[in-house]
């Protein structure tokens, strides 16, 4: 069975503070695709980056990178310089829409950022 | 502008009395499903639905039923809800499957009492 683990419950950094939020996944699939996903305090959840198992180029979207290595099963998400604005629920999500399309969630990450 | 919308936003209700989420998408996407978001278990999905009148069981579907008439809707019915389905649930949509971006509604708070 699928399965994505966020071992961080919670983190909390200062601003400008570098931070690194762990997902490591698993699946018998070769084919899969991988996600983040935000929930800011107001409670939407807003789409970050989605990744196939093909694609293991790091990928940098401003403050934002992440690393996806296949040997070690993990898509991290690196904030740099992190603002107060970051502060917000992280999830990670691993799918199969070639096995009943499987959507499994990580139980995410609180990243707390404090001026 | 493109979105999901849900209806209610909040809601109060007693152990056994049917209640009825509803959700709506103007993208003309044909996935839909249905989450919900426990604290510590993240989201898990209750059902999906990968076009008009095809639905199929997500994790946790027990206590829940969906219907897909129209593309654009995709209501989740709580026939006899129970307090262990007090919950927040999401709704979601993407163009075609779960290897698309999901586009999620704004979210409903369900307390069952």
């Known amino acids: 069975a699928q399965k994505v683990t966020q071992a961080q419950t919670e983190i909390s950094v200062v601003e400008k503070e570098d931070v690194t939020l762990d997902c490591v996944y698993e699946?018998?699939?070769?084919?899969?695709?991988l996600f983040w996903y935000k929930q800011p305090p107001s409670g939407e959840l807003v789409f970050l980056i989605r990744?196939?198992?093909?694609?293991?180029q790091n990928e940098i979207s401003g403050r934002y990178s992440w690393n996806f290595q296949k040997s070690t099963s993990s898509f991290n998400f690196t904030i740099t310089a992190s603002q107060v604005v970051d502060s917000a629920v992280y999830f990670c999500a691993l799918s199969d829409p070639y096995n009943n399309n499987d959507m499994r969630f990580g139980a995410g990450t609180r990243l707390t950022v404090k001026p | 502008e493109a979105q999901v919308t849900q209806n209610p936003r909040y809601l109060i209700t007693v152990t056994g009395k049917k209640l009825t989420v509803t959700c709506s998408q103007n993208?003309?996407?044909?996935?839909m499903s249905w989450y919900r978001q426990d604290p510590g278990l993240g989201l898990r999905q209750i059902y999906y639905?990968?076009?008009?009148?095809?639905?199929d069981k997500g994790d946790v579907p027990e206590g829940y039923k969906v219907s897909r008439k129209e593309k654009r809707n995709f209501p989740l019915i709580l026939e006899s809800p129970s307090p262990n389905q007090t919950s927040l649930y999401f709704c979601?949509?993407?163009?075609?499957?779960?290897?698309?971006?999901?586009?999620f509604g704004p979210g409903t708070r369900l307390t069952v009492t």
């Open positions: 699946t018998r699939d070769t084919t899969y695709y």
């Open positions: 993208m003309n996407h044909e996935y």
């Open positions: 639905s990968m076009n008009v009148e095809v639905t």
């Open positions: 990744r196939n198992s093909f694609d293991e």
């Open positions: 979601a949509s993407s163009i075609r499957d779960t290897s698309y971006e999901q586009y």
